[in-house]
């Protein structure tokens, strides 16, 4: 603007020495003169009021400190016009404009035409040296601009007449520019405001409209860009390195509307008249962050880091140690080049402060250095484990393929993998171990049933308990003694203890991550939306799974629909009823064949007794093992009758069938085990029942395998050729991993009497999942209903806690403290409980004193009722005061919910009276209309600042009216 | 000092192969460098994703896509499973912000419902669609998601980017 003015100024003196030079510029301006959207007339009447005020007094005087603009506009003393053109409201020159933007459009300026190489770039209509009038100087400027930029000798030109005829600030030049510019950087410069709006103005639609914008240059709203460029649009801050710079200015300048169009043009032309620094900034250029374009709402770059914000976080960074400061850096969302300047700036700071001795700098040096090597040694070993990890790749494919909900299933199954690999780790090595360097030989004859049946050859194996002894292992003479009765029971112990450990640590975990607060967000649509699943990365797949996307919020849409329409009562009734009778039929499959398994169980002695075959024992877990295949096929065609609203209820009326279902057949088992086969007198009850155990597992094995490759495949069959409108079938989560479970079941109660029992799991898993994956590439389709998986693998693991690893617990804790062992096998052999070896051992540590705090431990706190009385009502007391806390939680998220909508009301209120206020004030002084243009629609469109920017902006226009 | 990381130095040769005849094998010499959208855009990782385009341009230096290493580097640590959810959640944020306002507004929610469906809905039921999301996850009632708002949904949500 005011480099505009004041070359009307000079054109009104036609006399005036080096005015020669300047016409070539201001024929630019004048040219603009003509584009309708800036009308001559309404800027002038502004100027003398409005403009030139705050504009040249504001922006040259107090808002430049002298210093500056001393050095930097040499000429400027020398020309006459210059102190009078920015200073003086009534400017001549200003008021003349309407007549400059006619007539000089049209005739002065003819000449001008003539040079090519001004035309270009100038002859364009949206030029804003003139627009800065009118009401968006910036995405015309920019439009302007490229063309300008790209016309060398343009850019010398332009410069030349400026120093020369001008000598002002607003054209410094080149150098003058540079300058200019270079001290955006500075934070703490005192005219940082202005500075910082007017290369916004300009860098904003600059710079994305020229060159990074290639993408968005065509899509994006134009409206957006220009008011970015009417005002600093700090919060935008998308591309224009520029204007992120307004952020560092912690004040927010006051009038924006009025700054940032008065500085539109003083500093507009700088920028693109710079020879060659229309894209790269010499003030970022210099900058030790170049990557500072990046999309970030916050600040970029270095200038984030100058901020009071960046400054925090490096003054928060500084007393870390190099680790957790590594860390925390790496956790910042910046570019890597801006966290490598963190990282430096972070070391400049901590070297710069003050440290001991010299030789203690070099020692942490050294030590850094060692530190960092150690780091890398161990980033590359981690790396090199993730990728030998158990399937790593393989379960990529099948996240990739599936999603996350099918992979969940593999990631349990790989979960229990490794929990049986402990398991066996910890049985092998002090159980196993052991009884095999005193192994007798086995006499029996092995003929290959014994693989299906357990018995035979593999009883008198490490397999099962009947093959331990009893007796004290001692090698050599006065070597270390191993008690193999209190190994035994001491390695059960430990393994199911941390077995029940583990499990409710994962439990607490999961559930601390999953069910924090599930009621404020009731249908998840937006987490349906916002839950792409980025790890599907095959193409097929993610077509379905948009598929599928598309489906299930028309489904969610139609729920939303019907909620409204409430049923009749028949219809309320009906479907009551069917919920009854699924209810009523599904736990009578249940009971009936819980009672068929234990009839048949009662039975099997006699049966076995009458077919000597060694094939005859499978039978009860054939049956078994065909109840749990059927039933729970049976269970999935309830929906068909029951039809529930929410998918997810389905799955979790399904689970809940199923897994009573499969737990009270364990446990009609069971009771079967403890009670008639323990106290039948058989020679080694343990071993039967480990055998039982070990064919209930084979075969449900043998089933899974036969339903993968026969019962899937011809399903796939059925479903592509027979039936086309079945389809591929989907992998049912639910009921593989309850089948998981079941098995896992097992094997907990099977460890005692069977301490092979963890390996032949792992072996099983092992096979298990390459079948399950070589069967879901090849017959099934990625689910259509979005799973919730991580909240259904914490409740899987809240099943496999609950019923079954208490389950397990009860049985064990019952046998071990109810049974008695059987009188010639195993290592308990001969006592009246299992639990008295331990009472002996007790007994026999107390005779020797050294030992007295074991006996002292055992008798006042495991052993004795009132510890455990007193433990239990600690308990009871620190959990209800945590669930009292949560409660109190609750009440404080909801209140402090309702607090950020009041917030969200309080800011809408604030907008609205704004616009209100700027509409009064249209009204009250109607010259200043094209500002109040500007107002309303700043607002509108940039209510994307914060609340503090309204408020500011609020609180100045009160005052004004 | 890239290289000393072997996951770096795997990926530099990933960047490498996208354009081997734009960047050189020894990077040192040749820091500014970009590989042009059209060739990231065809890795295996975002070939097939919907928002292929956003993530390039988020990731890139002047949300043109175009990538430096840095940029690539940048992105896949985001994207890596070790990567912390605050992290991912607020580079997901910037995915879905289409319009780089700061705020997922129902123009962005539009965006995304149309990627993520390829089309199939009809404007109604994005809007509707559009409406329900603002309802569940605009905390204060602006009528548009900030990245508070965005975190405090998603971050809640577990199957969030895993």
Redesign the interface.
């Known amino acids: 603007m005011c480099a505009y003015y004041r070359n009307n100024a000079y054109e009104e003196d036609p006399g005036y020495p080096d005015y020669s030079g300047a016409q070539n510029h201001t024929r630019g301006y004048v040219k603009t003169r003509d584009y309708p959207d800036s009308p001559g007339p309404l800027n002038n009447s502004n100027y003398p009021s409005t403009r030139s005020n705050p504009y040249s007094v504001g922006s040259r005087s107090s808002d430049y400190p002298q210093s500056l603009a001393e050095p930097d506009y040499i000429g400027s003393q020398s020309n006459p016009f210059h102190p009078g053109s920015s200073r003086e409201p009534g400017y001549p020159a200003s008021q003349q404009n309407p007549d400059f933007a006619d007539s000089r459009g049209g005739g002065h300026y003819a000449s001008s035409r003539t040079n090519p190489d001004y035309l270009g770039p100038f002859g364009e209509p949206d030029y804003p040296g003139a627009q800065g009038n009118s009401n968006h100087p910036g995405p015309r400027s920019h439009s302007n601009h490229p063309g300008s930029r790209r016309n060398p000798e343009h850019a010398g030109s332009r410069i030349n007449p400026y120093i020369d005829t001008l000598g002002e600030p607003d054209y410094p030049g080149a150098e003058n520019h540079f300058k200019s510019l270079n001290f955006f950087e500075e934070p703490d410069y005192p005219g940082a405001e202005d500075y910082q709006n007017s290369p916004d103005i300009w860098g904003a639609p600059d710079?994305?409209g020229a060159?990074?914008?290639?993408?968005?240059g065509s899509s994006?709203?134009p409206v957006?860009s220009r008011t970015s460029s009417i005002q600093p649009s700090f919060?935008?801050?998308?591309?224009d390195p520029l204007g992120i710079l307004g952020r560092e200015d912690g004040d927010y300048p006051e009038s924006i509307e009025m700054n940032s169009m008065e500085m539109a043009n003083p500093y507009g032309h700088p920028v693109p008249g710079a020879p060659g620094n229309g894209y790269v900034n010499p003030a970022y250029v210099g900058d030790d962050s170049p990557?500072q374009?990046?999309?970030d709402?916050l600040l970029s770059g270095c200038d984030w880091l100058k901020s009071p914000q960046g400054q925090k976080l490096i003054a928060s960074l500084i007393p870390m140690t190099s680790r957790d400061r590594i860390r925390a850096i790496?956790?910042q969302?910046r570019?890597?080049?801006e966290k490598r300047n963190l990282r430096k700036m972070v070391d400049r700071e901590k070297s710069k402060q003050p440290r001991g001795v010299l030789d203690f700098h070099c020692c942490a040096q050294g030590l850094s250095s060692i530190a960092l090597a150690y780091r890398?040694a161990k980033?590359?070993l981690s790396?090199l484990l993730s990728s030998i990890s158990l399937w790593q790749k393989t379960l990529k494919v099948i996240g990739g393929k599936f999603g996350?909900s099918v992979l969940s299933y593999f990631n349990f199954l790989r979960w229990l993998l490794k929990f049986n690999i402990f398991s066996f780790v910890v049985t092998f090595s002090f159980i196993i171990i052991p009884q095999l360097t005193v192994a007798e030989k086995n006499n029996l004859q092995f003929t290959g049933l014994e693989f299906l049946t357990g018995a035979g050859y593999f009883s008198d194996t490490v397999m099962y308990y009947g093959f331990y002894t009893n007796s004290t292992i001692r090698h050599g003479n006065g070597g270390a003694s191993y008690d193999m009765q209190l190994a035994y029971i001491f390695t059960v112990g430990v393994c199911l203890v941390i077995c029940f450990f583990s499990l409710l640590f994962s439990m607490a975990r999961y559930f601390r991550?999953?069910f924090?607060?599930p009621h404020?967000?009731?249908?998840?649509?937006?987490?349906l939306?916002?839950?792409?699943?980025?790890?599907v990365?095959?193409?097929s797949?993610?077509?379905l799974k948009?598929?599928n996307?598309?489906t299930e919020?028309?489904e969610?849409?139609s729920e939303?629909r019907q909620e409204n329409i409430k049923l009749t009562l028949n219809q309320q009734l009906a479907r009551f009823c069917a919920h009854l009778a699924a209810w009523v039929v599904s736990t009578g499959v249940a009971v009936a064949c819980c009672v068929a398994v234990y009839y048949l169980a009662e039975n099997n002695s006699k049966f076995l007794e009458n077919h000597r075959e060694p094939g005859a024992v499978l039978l009860l877990p054939f049956v078994v093992s065909c109840i749990n295949l059927a039933v729970p096929r049976l269970y999935s065609m309830f929906r068909l009758v029951e039809r529930y609203e929410m998918p997810r209820h389905e799955v979790y009326i399904l689970l809940i069938r199923n897994i009573f279902l499969k737990i009270s057949i364990i446990g009609i088992l069971c009771y079967y085990w403890l009670n008639i086969v323990a106290l039948a007198g058989e020679e080694c009850w343990e071993t039967l029942i480990g055998q039982e155990i070990y064919r209930l597992l084979l075969m449900d094995f043998v089933f899974s395998l036969a339903d993968s490759f026969l019962g899937e495949f011809l399903r796939r069959i059925i479903g592509m050729r027979l039936i086309t409108s079945l389809g591929l079938q989907e992998f049912d989560i639910a009921r593989n991993v309850l089948e998981l479970i079941y098995a896992q079941t097992l094997v907990w109660i099977g460890t005692f009497f069977c301490p092979l029992l963890p390996l032949i799991q792992m072996i099983t898993l092992f096979i298990m999942f390459y079948v399950k994956n070589i069967s879901l590439m090849m017959n099934f389709q990625p689910p259509s209903k979005a799973w919730?998986?991580?909240?259904m693998v914490?409740f899987f693991i809240l099943l496999l806690f609950f019923p079954s690893f208490t389950g397990v617990l009860c049985t064990l804790a019952i046998s071990i403290w109810r049974l008695k062992p059987s009188a010639d096998c195993g290592p308990f052999r001969g006592l009246p409980f299992f639990i008295q070896s331990i009472y002996s051992w007790i007994d026999t540590l107390s005779k020797r004193p050294s030992y007295l705090w074991v006996v002292w431990i055992y008798r006042n706190l495991i052993g004795s009722v009132h510890f455990f009385f007193i433990l239990t009502l600690i308990v009871l007391i620190i959990t209800y005061l945590y669930w009292q806390i949560t409660e109190g939680r609750k009440i404080m998220i909801r209140l402090l919910?309702e607090q950020?909508?009041n917030?969200?009301?309080d800011?809408?209120f604030l907008i609205e009276k704004l616009i209100k206020l700027q509409d009064m004030e249209k009204r009250a002084n109607p010259e200043r209309r094209d500002v109040e243009q500007l107002g309303p629609l700043h607002v509108r469109e940039h209510?994307?600042a914060p609340d503090l920017r309204f408020r500011r902006s609020v609180q100045e226009d009160n005052p004004k009216v | 000092s890239f290289s000393?990381?072997?996951?770096h130095t795997r990926l530099y040769y990933r960047y490498q192969d996208l354009a081997p005849q734009l960047v050189p094998l020894d990077y040192t010499s040749c820091p500014d460098v970009k590989v042009p959208?059209e060739l990231i855009g065809t890795m295996?990782?975002l070939?097939?994703?919907?928002?292929r385009?956003r993530i390039a341009?988020?990731f890139s230096?002047?949300?043109?896509?175009h990538m430096?290493l840095?940029?690539f580097?940048?992105m896949f640590?985001v994207?890596s499973e070790m990567a912390?959810r605050?992290?991912k959640a607020?580079?997901?944020f910037?995915i879905?912000d289409f319009?780089?306002?700061?705020?997922i507004c129902a123009w962005d929610?539009e965006q995304?419902?149309t990627k993520?469906?390829?089309g199939?809905?009809n404007a109604e039921?994005v809007s509707?669609?559009c409406e329900?999301?603002l309802d569940?996850?605009?905390?204060?009632?602006?009528g548009r998601l900030s990245?508070e708002d965005?975190q405090n949904?998603?971050l809640?949500?577990?199957?969030?980017?895993?």
Request: proline share 5%; charged share 30%.
């Open positions: 710079y994305p060159e990074n914008d290639r993408d968005y994006e709203n957006l919060h935008r801050g998308d591309d990557g374009a990046y999309g709402p790496r956790n969302p570019t890597m080049e890398r980033s590359s790396e996350t991550n999953n924090i607060n404020i967000y009731s249908r998840g649509i937006a987490k939306i916002f839950c792409w699943d980025f790890t990365t095959h193409q797949a993610v077509k948009q598929k996307l598309s919020i028309r969610n849409l939303i919730r998986a991580a909240q914490t919910h950020i909508i917030e969200g009301k800011k809408m209510d994307a | 000393l990381f072997p996951s959208y295996p990782e070939k097939d994703n919907p928002f385009q341009q988020v230096e002047d949300g043109d896509g430096t840095d940029n580097l940048d640590s994207m912390p605050d992290l607020y580079y997901a910037k879905y319009n780089n306002d700061d705020y929610l995304t419902v993520l469906t390829r199939e809905l039921e509707l669609v329900k999301v569940e996850a605009d905390g204060d009632h602006d990245l965005f949904m998603i809640r949500a577990p199957d969030f980017l895993r």
